[in-house]
Structure formats: C-alpha cells, structure tokens
C-alpha cells in the first residue's frame, strides 16, 4: 500500500450520535460505523477507543482526527468551551487521553470547522485564497478556510457566523440569548418563526399553516412551500433574502472565492435565486466572481474533515498547529 | 547609519492633497510634506516623482511605499479599481512607473490597508492572530491584519466592513448604492441621518438641531451633544450603538483580538460604552478578551504603513507578494 493510501480515522462526535470511518485522500474508505453517544465523558472516551480498537484490529492506521462539538483548542486537544449538548465535556483533554492510550497521531478540531476544511478540501477549494462554508441547520454553523488552512480566530472562536447581526431593532431572540443574530432568521428555526410572523391575521382559507397553531413545525413550512402555499412561499422567499444578509456581510469583510452551503435546510435553498440576492447586496467587485457551491460530503464532512486535518499534517500539507 | 534605521519614503495619496515624509521602525522621520494633488494620472505621477526626488537629493532611501484610494493589486502596484476622489486612476500601473523611474523598491497599497498596517505595526499589534482597524469617518474603511500580514481578499477588497450590512429593512441607502450598509449609520454621514431622523416632528424649544433645517452638518450634531443637546445626545447615543452592530457582526466573523479605531469620528466615540455596547452583543468568548485602542498615529497612519510594508518586505518580516 502507498504510505499515500494510509487512512485515518475520523470521528465526528454529536450530542446524539459518533459517527466515524477511515478516509483516505478525502474519501470514505468502506463504510462509516454509527454509535449512540453515551453519557459523561468518561464513557465517551471509552467508546471512542473501542470504535478506533475496532478499525485497527483490521487496518493499518495513520491516525485519528475527531469533530466535537464545542470550542476546541486543536494545539492541546482539549474542550476549552461547553455546548449544552455534551454535559461535563468542557475542561476533556481529549487529544491526550485518546493519543496517550492510541499511540496514533490525534487531532481534535471543533466540528464546524471540521467540516469546512473536509468539504473545501475534498473539492479542492482549501488553496483559494478564502473559501467560507455555512452550514444552514437547526442553527447556522460556519468555517472560514484562508490559504489552505483553516482559520480559527484568536479565541477559537473564528468563523461564528450564526451570530453576524443583521439587524438591530432586537426583533428576535437567538438561543445564545443575544439579539438578531443571522441565525435567528436563516436557520431551519428562523424560518419558522418568519412563517409564525406571516401567518398572524391570517385565515385557513389564507394558508394551510393557520391550521397547525402551536404544532407548526419548519417542515410544515417547507412542505406548504413545496405545494406552493401563498405564506409558505412568502416565507421561504424571505429565507432567501435572510440567508443572503448574512453571506453580504461575510462577503464585505472576506472577499471570499467561494462559499459552500451545507447543512439539512440546503437542499430547500435555490442557489440561483440566493446568488441574485447576494448580487443586490454586495459590491459587484465582490460579488461578480463568487461562486457558490453545494455541500458534497453531507453528513459526513466533519469526520471527513478531521481526518484529512490529521493526513495533511503527517504529509506537511497542512501544519496543524500554525493556522490558529 | 545602521542598515534597520535606512529609512523609505511613505506616500498617501488622497483626492485633494499628497502626504508624503521618510519613515523608519513605523515612525515618521522629520516633517512631512503636503501638495494638492494634481489632476490626472500623468501630472499625478510627475508630482510622486518630485516628492521623491526632493528626499533622495539629501537623504539614503530603501524604497518607496504609496498608499492609494481606489482597489489596489499590490503585486503588480496597479490600480484596478476606480474610486470618485482620482478621475482615470483605474488601470494606472503605479508601481511600474515609480519603480521605473526611480529605481527604488516600490510598494502600492489600498490606503485603509496601508493605515491598519501602520498602526497595527506601530502598536506591536501585528503579530496579534487577528487585529481589524476601523476608521470611522465621513464614511467607514477598514483593514484586517492576521498573524503579521494584511488580509486583502481574492478580489483586493477583503476588509470593505463599511458594506457590512446592518439592518435588513431596506432603511438607509449607502453611498455605494446598496441599502443598510454599516457606513449608512455608523459614519459621519450616518450620525447626521439618525440626528434628521430624531428631529422629525420636534420643535427648536426641544433641541437646537430644529433651528438648522435643511442646513444641518454632522458637525453641529456633535456641538449639541456636546452642549447636552437632547436629541444631539440621543443621536450620538444610537450612534454608538450603531458602531457596535457591525463591530459584533466582525468578531463573529473573525474573533479578533482587538480593534483599532481611527479616523474623525474616533474622538467622539467614548470606547468604554462602546466596548460594553459590544459585549452586550457578542458571544461571551470572544467579547471578554477583546481589545479596543484608540489610532495612534493619525493622518500620518496611511504613509507610515505603506512605507513599513516596504521595510518589512526588504527586512523579510512581511512578504508583501504573499500576504493577499
């Protein structure tokens, strides 16, 4: 086998689930094994060594490179920032105890961030001069890739950009309790809330939405859009115009190549009529030459990500420990 | 003389008048000197070669730095970006001609690069991860600098945060033509249309700012504040705020460590209510460890930065070819 070949593991650690295989040159290599995550760290500790035991027992093996949720300091391996969604991980030092115990080059790296190197790099974008990817979930997530490496801020805190403003008449709350942040508005949540505010005097004969009340979920939303419902229309139509906003402002300070829109509400997102929009908001200079791009990796991305983080320090490609 | 003191000739190049003086360790070095600026590419130059040759005639000089309105490709020192305040600039190849001329190593950068250079570089601060100037004045620049090097983006205009949008209703137009753009409200300008707005429907026995009518300047804004102006001091006020919104949106983009304020606004603004009007609207983690420093060098920030970037360039501390 060329050394080239060698996979690593990678790992990409949810509140819910782990999800984790070998990849090599930015590709899975067989298929991907899924596990509940089990409560406190400690046992998830164990069940990251007994997954990484398990590839091992049949694998040549250059490393491992975890997605965790949570602020990561990746020079340390430790979680330096809790998320409400893994309860006690904050203070882990995960880098040692899975190295110490593995003896295999470890690398930890917040999973957004995870994320964004593995798309950007697996559809060879990572050497732009900036590549910004944006994550449009529950939430909305980011990852800046500046010149090959991943940019992460001076508190590891770099590329938050659910939480760009983009307005400032504290119209809507955010969950991080902060006022109309981006993902307020352009989150699966946000439109939610945007169908909750259009559907209000409205009738049943209006929109099927009024019958839902309390229940309305966003998957309502997009199913009455998809059947072509006057208010779902209208919502995800200002979805668009709310998704755009913040890409504008990321725009203005990055002047970026490209940005890659990923996450389970971007397959309801029209590329085309969300480029027009950034187009009406952003400096042609800007604009003119941007590209933007699907997701290719989905949900694997983030264990994507690590691992190829972990395979391009080992081949130099990437100096793991430079590009705070 | 010791070959580090050597000094190179700092030139900012603005729509009425010429700054140029001899630069050495991010320091002016005797007066410097003032011309209008002449009109036209060709005169433009001729005047460049003047000031040059004036210092060359009594002084050793390393290199030449020109800090220029307008989009600037600073490999190849041309203009390729037009702006308002230089007529037919666009497609001047700035450095050729000078280099050619003079046979001095020449440098040509964007001018709100070229300060956020010069005071993040005068104050120590450019080895900082992130460090971002914001010069608010008639309207808003800004320059981002990471890990010792400027951030100019794919398209030369990585660091346009007055674009940076703000609102999302279409409130204010921007003098670039776009709606909400941070510049609408946090400039000069921005502060003399938040003061408009407040004095609708008021009488000149409730604030002065009424007796101006059509006549009203940012600068009596200021005064009334000053005087204790009800609606003068409500307009500095939200001001203040609006400063802070498109600050928030930055730290969630980049996480700095800290801010630069410039420019003529900066001395109106009270930066202890401005770093708590920041922090209300920041995510803990980055607000708490986050900077904020007055401009230390003025009008003369633009000449000593294009200047140090041409003595970092020679002392291999900056690689001006590397840094976009």
């Given amino acids: 086998m060329n050394k080239n070949d060698i996979p690593a593991i ?139 490496g991943l940019y992460r801020g001076a508190h590891f805190a770099g590329g938050e950009v659910g939480h760009i403003k983009i307005s400032m008449e504290n119209r809507r709350r955010c969950t991080c309790g902060l006022w109309d942040c981006w993902e307020a508005y352009g989150s699966g949540r946000g439109l939610l809330a945007t169908a909750i505010e259009l559907v209000q005097g409205k009738t049943a004969a209006q929109s099927c939405l009024c019958e839902k009340g309390e229940e309305l979920t966003t998957n309502d939303v997009l199913d009455a859009a998809a059947a072509g419902d006057l208010i779902g229309r209208q919502a995800l139509d200002k979805y668009h115009e709310h998704v755009a906003v913040g890409m504008s402002s990321l725009c203005h300070v990055l002047d970026p190549d490209c940005f890659v829109i ?12 969300l480029k027009d929009l950034l187009a009406d908001r952003t400096l042609p200079r800007i604009s003119e030459k941007l590209e933007i791009y699907p997701s290719q990796l989905g949900v694997a991305a983030g264990l994507i990500g690590a691992a190829q983080l972990v395979l391009d320090a080992v081949a130099g490609v990437e100096s793991v420990a430079n590009t705070r």
Same sequence: chains 1, 2.
Wanted: charged share 15%; with cysteine.
């Fill in 10 to 148: 990678g790992i990409d650690l949810g509140g819910t689930k782990i999800l984790a295989g070998m990849v090599s040159n930015s590709r899975l290599v067989g298929e991907p094994v899924r596990v509940p995550t089990p409560s406190g760290p400690e046992n998830i500790i164990s069940a990251l060594l007994e997954i990484i035991a398990d590839f091992q027992r049949e694998h040549l093996i250059l490393g491992v490179g975890i997605a965790t949720a949570g602020i990561v300091d990746p020079e340390s391996g430790a979680i330096i920032g809790s998320t409400g969604n893994l309860p006690g991980w904050e203070g882990t030092p995960l880098k040692h105890a899975i190295q110490n115990k593995t003896a295999l080059r470890t690398h930890v790296e917040n999973d957004a961030n995870a994320a964004a190197y593995g798309e950007c790099r697996a559809a060879g974008l990572h050497t732009n001069h900036c590549s910004i990817m944006v994550t449009l979930g529950t939430g909305i997530g980011g990852g800046i890739i500046l010149k090959g």
């Fill in 262 to 273: 990923s996450g389970g509400m971007s397959k309801f997102v029209d590329l085309n009529l």
